[in-house]
């Protein structure tokens, strides 16, 4: 049996939030709106050198567990000025929590 792991991370200058998804495509669906909420702010040009205090990271990750202990992952991002955390976060919650009362 596989276990799996949906998830969506925002980094910023040190700090870090992270929520689960129980399947892909609600985070896919979730990361999306995310991103096209603050496209005007993403970082053009995203360069290996920058320092992280100049950018906020929003990350997708997937991580599949197989039977024998190994497992799998693939990581997307997207890099967004620096100045968003919060309003990012805020806008994540938010969001994150309506999910979470449809499950209710």
Known sequence: MENSV???EILYSGKYESWEFEDRHKRDEFYRKV?????GQKVKGQEEDVEDTQIVQLSSNNVEI????KYDQDTSYEWFEYDIFSQMLDFINKEYDKLDK???
């Open 6 to 8: 949906y998830s969506m």
């Open 35 to 39: 991103v096209k909420q603050f496209d």
């Open 66 to 69: 197989k039977e024998d202990g």
């Open 102 to 104: 449809l499950k209710k």
